[in-house]
């Protein structure tokens, strides 16, 4: 898709692709065919950038054509570079700006629990993402409405646009830090479907704050000239690359 | 002289009764609700009220997600801070997407006074007004401010109401008709039309009184819904009066003098005067005595109305 769009962001894409799936495939209550089906479990992707993966994961469930994917950024196709919520069934928040999928989230949740509906929000954050105040004031707000039915992810690949965490702004203690702000804190392998089955099946039980699963991830999983590059982090590969990298996808 | 009455209040009053008839209608604030009046809402309706701490970029995320799950909420805080602090999340999170999300500001303009330049926004409404699909209403009294928040209640999409912290003389009854995307003609007249918004409406009327005594009939127009803006009212003042000069609390640029500007370059050029803030920050100081220094009085209207008459041909 990537390739074939020309520009776009693989190794962000490439890290969350176990976290997406499992979600999608089986953790996520959801009708492909009534995407605004009142009940259905939330997934917001607030690392906007992973549009490709959202898109493939909708278009494999059924939420629209797969054929459609290769649209992907092209003038006249609902598939944009960053996701927008009015066009794509499915997709429930407009995104790209990072920081903002969070605060939306706790909102989504708390009308869960205002309807008494008993949906689950799904949020996927990019750990560089999470230089955002915006997310810290979220967290916070999110530990003290106490909305136990609202799941953070943080797609922890160690890279963002510069460089590395570490480097650019480093957000070590991380997981001390979820659990200072009151959140139930859970650290996984984020390739391991078993372990983020597990994790998310763990975390359904928790009562009275918020969770948050940090997978540990490597950016641009999968294909080897792309693994914790941060050059792909915003770049598309070219015919070449693509050949190689969908050859060792397989 | 007509009753003087807090717009504030009125909002926060309105927004318990809509409270009553409307469950879906939820409200947030960070941490201002003693001051935006939002406290009535949230005593009779705690479960329903969020207050967000002073955190005004995660209130407007939360107001979103409510707003995409079904809920109607009216988010509050100074129009400093709502656009000023959180542009971005007010652009992606709640106008690129159309989410039911309002925004009911209070402060705005110079007369929050003593408070100074931090706190007076005066760029508010160039900043919400560039924003596809934003309603964007300026109450000129109590009465204007409850139907307005109405409307917002049971129109769909962003809206963006603004209003200040002084108590204002009431310029409308309790039969007054709202509606939406219209202006208001609080005055008839021939020779030229004021177009203001908000604190300057009365103080535009005041003018015109005392302009007809020297035998120059004013036209006054309450434009208080900013966009989208009552081009045919503003046409017709045009073609009709031959000339226009706008009023409001706001700098020059970007607000209620642009609009009009635009409309009329484009169906009827017209000379124009602009009651604004010139391209420059305020300070401390009593609101009348600040609105004086600034020139936003019926004075400074009239000034402006002799100075466009000459240019008229
Ligand atoms: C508010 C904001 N600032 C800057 C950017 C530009 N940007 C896009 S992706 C990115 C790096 C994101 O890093 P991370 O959250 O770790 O994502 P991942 O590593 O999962 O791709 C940046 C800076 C943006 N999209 N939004
Ligand atoms: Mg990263």
Redesign the interface.
């Known amino acids: 898709m990537i390739g074939e769009a020309g520009s776009g962001h693989p190794g962000g894409s490439l890290s969350a692709v176990e976290i997406v799936t499992d979600l999608y495939f089986r953790v996520l209550r959801h009708k492909p065919l009534d995407p605004c089906w009142p009940e259905r479990d939330r997934f917001i992707l607030s690392k906007g950038h992973a549009a490709p993966l959202l898109y493939a994961a909708l278009a494999e469930c059924g939420y629209f054509p797969v054929e459609e994917l290769l649209t992907l950024r092209k003038l006249e196709s609902r598939l944009q570079g960053h996701t927008d919520c009015r066009l794509i069934p499915g997709v429930e928040m407009t995104a790209g700006a990072l920081g903002q999928g969070l605060s939306f989230a706790v909102g989504v949740a708390l009308a869960g629990r205002l309807d008494s509906m008993d949906y689950r929000v799904y949020v996927l954050l990019g750990d560089g993402e999470c230089d955002e105040g915006q997310v810290w004031e979220a967290a916070m707000a999110a530990a003290h409405f106490k909305v136990d039915n609202l799941v953070a992810i943080v797609d922890n690949n160690g890279l963002q646009l510069d460089g590395w965490n570490r480097d650019i702004m480093n957000l070590a203690p991380f997981a001390e830090k979820w659990r200072a702000f009151g959140w139930h804190t859970v650290s996984v392998d984020g390739h391991d479907l078993a372990r983020l089955d597990a994790a998310f099946e763990q975390v359904r039980s928790v009562k009275g704050q918020p969770s948050v699963i940090i997978a540990r991830t490597v950016k641009g999983k999968g294909v080897s000239f792309m693994e914790n590059q941060v050059d792909f982090h915003g770049k598309a590969p070219n015919a070449a690359e693509v050949a190689m990298a969908l050859k060792e996808l397989e | 002289m007509s009753e003087i009455v807090s717009l504030r209040e009125t909002y926060g009053k309105t927004l318990a009764e809509l409270g009553r008839e409307n469950p879906d209608i939820?409200v947030l604030d960070a941490d201002l609700s003693k001051s935006t009046m939002t406290h009535f809402f949230a005593s009779e309706f705690p479960?329903?009220f969020?207050d967000?701490?002073i955190?005004e970029?995660?209130?407007?995320?939360?107001?979103?997600?409510?707003?995409?799950?079904?809920?109607t909420?009216f988010a509050s805080t100074f129009a400093v801070f709502v656009p000023g602090r959180c542009f971005?999340?007010v652009?992606?999170?709640v106008a690129?997407?159309?989410f039911n999300v309002k925004l009911v500001v209070t402060h705005g303009g110079i007369s929050v006074g003593e408070d100074g330049t931090s706190h007076q926004s005066i760029e508010d409404l160039a900043l919400i007004g560039a924003l596809p699909g934003f309603t964007v209403i300026v109450p000129a009294d109590a009465v204007e401010t409850d139907r307005a928040v109405r409307a917002a209640a049971s129109c769909c999409g962003p809206f963006y109401i603004r209003l200040g912290r002084p108590k204002l003389p009431l310029v409308f009854g309790e039969d007054y008709h709202f509606r939406l995307g219209k202006a208001a003609t609080m005055k008839p007249g021939q020779d030229v039309t004021i177009i203001a918004i908000g604190i300057m409406v009365s103080a535009a009327l005041e003018a015109a009184e005392k302009l007809g005594h020297q035998g120059i009939d004013c036209r006054v127009l309450n434009m208080s819904t900013l966009k989208p803006i009552d081009e045919e009212a503003i046409i017709k003042a045009a073609r009709e009066t031959g000339a226009i000069v706008t009023a409001e609390e706001h700098l020059e640029h970007g607000g209620l003098g642009s609009e009009v500007a635009q409309v009329t370059a484009k169906h009827q050029p017209v000379p124009l005067e602009f009651v604004a803030i010139k391209d420059t920050y305020a300070r401390s100081g009593k609101d009348g005595e600040l609105l004086k220094k600034y020139g936003l009085t019926a004075d400074g209207i009239e000034a402006a109305v002799r100075s466009v008459m000459a240019r008229k041909k």
Not at chain 2, 57 to 71: E, F
């Open positions: 939820v479960g329903r969020f967000c701490g955190a970029q995660n209130m407007v995320g939360i107001a979103a997600g409510l707003a995409a799950s079904g809920k909420p971005d999340q652009r992606m999170s690129q997407p159309g």
